[in-house]
């Protein structure tokens, strides 16, 4: 268990809709990572915040949307969706940023 | 160009075998981190091992090693006497101080061991 809570675990829902995730991080990790696994693919970076601020973007679409709370625990909003934003949807967080990602089990998100 | 990179995108052994997983970063920075982490079947992403880039010591945890040597830029892991249980995709990835501590990760390499 990485301490990394992730919710909720899997989720169908159809094009067009919206949909919300949620992470929270482990206890005093204050670094919170977004990462989207598709199929077969490698790990992209959507984006990262430390204590609330935005720190880094990467290919996130401007569909995506993400914030984290005064309490620490982030949310990754999809909207507009997409059949190929099928997609396991990770969380992570680290102690201080650049140190060690601990990840979630991730969020399965299936567009029909 | 890619940050991190594994050009083994599948490896097979026999249960038993040692198998080595390459792993070749690029940086400009002098102060930097290296990471392998294992995603089994079931999904998770495990945390392996962190190394700073002072720190060229080989290290050996139990049947797993990793090699780190900056005169090639590669961090290397090793698997000795690999076991069913070894199957997995495993990813490098590297966290740099001159962008933000931002990751890269490499694009993982699916190891089965046959038994």
């Known amino acids: 268990d990485s301490g990394v809570t992730q919710t909720p675990k899997h989720l169908i829902t159809a094009t067009g809709q919206r949909v919300t995730l949620r992470c929270s991080p482990r206890?005093?990790?204050?670094?919170v990572y977004w990462y989207q696994q598709s199929l077969d693919q490698g790990l992209q970076f959507l984006i990262q915040?430390?204590?609330?601020?935005?720190?880094a973007k990467g290919n996130i679409l401007e569909r995506f949307s993400a914030q984290q709370f005064p309490d620490l625990h982030s949310e990754l909003n999809l909207s507009s969706l997409e059949l190929g934003d099928s997609a396991l949807y990770f969380c992570?967080?680290?102690?201080?940023?650049?140190?060690?990602?601990?990840f979630g089990e991730g969020s399965r998100l299936t567009v029909l | 160009a890619q940050k991190v990179t594994q050009a083994q995108t599948e490896i097979s052994v026999v249960e038993k075998e040692d198998v080595t997983l390459d792993c070749v970063y690029e940086?400009?920075?002098?102060?930097?981190?290296l990471f392998w982490y294992k995603q089994p079947p079931s999904g998770e992403l495990v945390f392996l091992i962190r190394?700073?880039?002072?720190?060229?010591q080989n290290e050996i945890s139990g049947r797993y090693s990793w090699n780190f040597q900056k005169s090639t830029s590669s961090f290397n892991f090793t698997i000795t006497a690999s076991q069913v249980v070894d199957s997995a995709v495993y990813f490098c990835?590297?966290?740099?101080?001159?962008?933000?501590?931002?990751?890269?990760f490499g694009t993982g390499t699916s190891l089965t061991v046959i038994p």
């Open positions: 992570a967080s680290s102690s201080l940023p650049g140190l060690e990602l601990f």
């Open positions: 206890s005093g990790d204050l670094s």
């Open positions: 915040y430390y204590n609330g601020e935005e720190r």
């Open positions: 940086t400009r920075d002098t102060t930097y981190y």
């Open positions: 190394r700073n880039s002072f720190d060229e």
């Open positions: 990835a590297l966290s740099e101080t001159n962008t933000g501590n931002q990751f890269y």
